[in-house]
């Protein structure tokens, strides 16, 4: 089994640095499990770190795919597995970071439901189906295959009767069975995931509006509009869907102010803050990090001083 570690939390917590920091440390490498960095052109908007954050430390998974394609958590495992396996291979510790949870869990639970892929086509056929015939009808073709999942889920949780169906047309399995291989599933990797967490919001939510604010210094503006100017920012696809670029689409219609865009993105960024301290906080064996003390953000030696510690009693103990 592979030991690596993995940085989680939510947005602006400081995980580059802290990711950057260790891999120095422990002779490793850093390998992103966020969403939006994986897309070319994107740098200011999904905060890629750049040469002087990266302290000369290899970073993998940056810049995978066009602002318009579309990348699944199935897609993500099939590119972090081999990466991970050739960091370890090198005599070179795997070092994720990020903060798209789904994308951390479905690596670590091992082979199994994420590997029913996803096709966006079945789903607009499927939805269609369902807006001309009803929800009834599309449960029932469900419950024609999956007898199991047709009676765990309601007819009028559309999303959830199209992704069975989407699995077992992509597989010839059905999700009940799906769902019984992911509980069985043995993950290859053993990972000391760390998850850092601030005692006060209220400083969270300052460093998310400095970031924010910083980014339209850099020219987030500009990055916006090339999506804009290429279709992409209202087509539903890719990178459309990030923070940071969607909030852009009122004002190039003439809707709103720069500033307006400006708070929209501060507000979307804290309520995705939220979002992701709830997931990480559903995992029980996270080693937990505050780094903020009495009101002040602790300084990134003394958050990596305990991180390190712990991360390797944690793999010490797991042998």
């Known amino acids: 089994m592979t030991d690596i570690i993995a940085i989680a939390g939510p947005t602006a917590s400081g995980k580059t640095a802290l990711a950057v920091k260790l891999a120095e440390r422990l002779s490793g490498e850093v390998v992103s499990f966020d969403s939006m960095q994986l897309y070319r052109g994107l740098s200011i908007g999904t905060a890629k770190p750049d040469a002087a954050e990266m302290h000369g430390i290899a970073h993998h998974l940056f810049d995978l795919r066009d602002p318009g394609e579309d990348f699944s958590c199935s897609d993500f495992c099939d590119a972090a597995t081999p990466v991970l396996r050739d960091i370890a291979a090198r005599g070179k510790l795997p070092v994720l970071c990020g903060g798209t949870g789904l994308y951390l869990d479905s690596l670590l639970a091992g082979p199994g439901l994420s590997a029913a892929g996803a096709n966006e086509a079945l789903r607009e056929r499927y939805a ?13 073709r469900l419950r024609e295959v999956d007898p199991e999942s047709a009676d765990a889920v309601h007819p009028n949780n559309v999303k959830r009767v199209i992704r069975a169906l989407e699995i077992f047309d992509l597989t010839g399995i059905t999700k009940s069975e799906w769902d019984r291989r ?34 339209f210094e850099r020219g987030i503006e500009d990055e916006a509009r090339m999506l804009w100017k290429h279709g992409i920012l209202d087509s539903g696809k890719g990178a459309s869907q990030a923070i940071g670029y969607k909030e852009f689409l009122p004002y190039f219609r003439g809707e709103c102010t720069l500033a307006d865009v400006r708070e929209a993105i501060i507000t979307a960024t804290r309520h995705y803050a939220k979002r992701q301290i709830t997931w990480f906080s559903r995992r029980s064996d996270a080693i937990r990090i505050v780094v903020d003390n009495n009101g002040v953000v602790r300084s990134a030696d003394d958050v990596t001083d305990e991180a390190q510690a712990r991360i390797l009693e944690r793999l010490h103990n797991n042998i």
Do not use: P, Q, T
């Not at 269609?128 to 029932?140: F, I, P, V, Y």
């Not at 000391?192 to 910083?214: G, Q, S």
């Open 182 to 215: 992911s509980r069985d599933a043995v993950s290859e990797f053993r990972c000391a995931v760390v998850v850092l967490e601030f005692a006060e919001r209220a400083l969270l939510y300052e460093r998310i509006e400095r970031r924010v604010y910083k980014m």
């Open 128 to 140: 269609e189906l369902a807006a001309r015939e009803g929800n009834e009808a599309l449960h029932e």
